[in-house]
């Protein structure tokens, strides 16, 4: 797909670098998997139909479990202008556009490429901001879909959900399991939840490192299309201190999307978070201001 985003030598090279690692470690999790259950077709058979479900229902798994809704031209006139403008500028097709009645404010984008992706503001997103900081969260996440940096981080999410329900669903077993089972029986379930925990570790690293680089580089491409950092900064600011107003049984649920969200909720940043910090976000988009000449910036205030 040729648009008119620069190339990101360095997004790609993590990306590829990400998902060599997390390819071995699912074959090998596939393996230990069959050595400890001796079943080759079963877990070959369950584990790609949900690699494939994952990967072909993204979109639509995001939006039920965020209660967003496609909409028409309209249903969201304001929405859908600032999209139309964009990729015209980008030269990028259009994503579907879908709303989410949450008053929490966010957005994202999702989907398997780029003519099947969806980009997705909420409600409380769309109330909070003015037209050049909606404009400017919308270009970050059409910034996503151009680098293709969707998909390989829903592909590379699988791995982590997959593992986190096995060993679930293995001490579960083991808790609940009663007392007729055979002392091979709880070692193998014991081996699977150990197994399934370390996967989760491993993978829960990968994805985390990539992903702040990947909203480094989208805060970087969107504010280039807009050629308004100040306004990107303004909406980061406007979000982040939004969020610790919203209700935490609100933030809970939405939690487990973070890696998807333009900015992360209910958490303090730490080295495994899924975004850089706020801090580290805004004196990017300052040195963009600088290079662009952008008039309007000012260290934005919540």
Known sequence: MRTR???????VARMSVTMFLLGLLYVGFAVALIVLLKSLALIIVILAALLVVQYWYSDKIALAALHGHEVSEAEAPQVHAIVDRLCASADLPKPRVAIADLDMP????TGRNAKHAVVCVSTGL???????ELEGVIAHEL??????DVVVITVASFLGVLAGLLMRAALFSQLFGGRQRDQNTVLIFAAIAAVSAAVYAISYVLIR???????????????LLTGRPSALASALVKVS?????IPSRDLRGAQAFNAFFFSPVGAQWTLFSTHPSLQRRLEELEKIAAQLGDQNWSLPRS
């Open 143 to 148: 910034t996503h879909v151009a680098h293709r």
């Open 5 to 11: 985003f620069r190339p990101n030598a360095q997004l």
């Open 209 to 223: 490192t990539l992903s702040r680089y990947r909203e480094l580089a989208a805060d970087h491409d969107g504010a």
């Open 126 to 132: 769309i109330r909070r901001l003015d037209e050049p």
């Open 241 to 245: 201190g939004e969020q610790s107003r």
């Open 106 to 109: 966010n957005a994202f984008a």
